[in-house]
């Protein structure tokens, strides 16, 4: 098993510029979630999934949309890219149980510089 | 304001030592805290979970406690090694969506 694959793994773009980070995951998990990550600031949640075709705002969402339509799948859109947007972005997935609490399995990241 | 705190400071030890890690919260009510470990260019890894009605989980040479009172979880690394130097992030589970809120983490190097 993969488990968690994201693409790509690092990306260079211009101030304006759109592109699509994709992840891909083969745990047949309900639930997945996008976060970045920056010095000092530990990882924040920029947008979520808790199924198929459903997606959530998290607590950083402004600048990004995302899309589920296929369960294993969920892509992370930027539509204008900006250089506050240079960071570090990982997807992870998770089971989803009444009580809560499944560890999330993360992929590796994509580094994403905006110039 | 809601808040998560971890030792902002690397935590240096020598092989053999026990590591301590602290994580600190206020202005929530977590149903749950998890631990990750994370090497440098890597995602991080699930290492621990432990629930709001237990005091204390053990996996190997990890040891986790939960303290709802003092708002607070400590991380415990018994007979360290230097293959355990890494950054080490809490997290708290608040609600049934599965959502974390991260820890900045704390760098922890341990010397031969």
């Known amino acids: 098993n993969a488990g968690v694959t994201q693409t790509p793994k690092f990306r260079v773009l211009k101030t304006g510029q759109s592109m699509t980070l994709l992840c891909a995951q083969d745990?047949?998990?309900?639930?997945m979630y996008w976060y970045r990550q920056d010095p000092g600031m530990g990882l924040r949640l920029i947008h979520y999934s808790v199924g198929e075709g459903t997606t959530a705002k998290g607590e950083v969402p402004d600048g990004y949309n995302v899309s589920r339509l296929k369960k294993q799948n969920f892509l992370l859109g930027l539509e204008s890219a900006a250089p506050s947007q240079t960071s570090v972005y990982f997807c992870?997935?998770?089971?989803?149980?009444?009580?809560?609490?499944?560890?999330?399995?993360f992929g590796d990241g994509t580094r994403l510089s905006i110039l | 304001s809601q808040k998560i705190e971890q030792n902002s400071e690397a935590l240096n030890i020598q092989e053999g030592k026990t590591a301590t890690l602290t994580c600190n919260y206020t202005n929530y009510s977590p149903a749950y805290l998890q631990w990750y470990r994370q090497d440098p260019g890597r995602g991080p890894v699930f290492l621990l979970l432990?629930?709001?009605?237990?005091k204390e989980k053990r996996k190997e040479r990890l040891k986790v406690t939960f303290d709802t009172t003092l708002k607070q979880s400590l991380f415990h690394i018994t007979a360290s090694q230097p293959a355990d130097s890494a950054t080490y992030l809490c997290?708290?589970?608040?609600?049934?969506?599965?959502?974390?809120?991260f820890g900045q983490g704390t760098t922890l190097q341990v010397k031969p």
């Open positions: 745990m047949n998990h309900e639930y």
């Open positions: 997290a708290l589970g608040v609600g049934n969506t599965g959502k974390l809120i």
């Open positions: 432990i629930r709001e009605n237990e």
């Open positions: 992870a997935s998770s089971y989803w149980v009444r009580t809560g609490g499944q560890p999330q399995h």
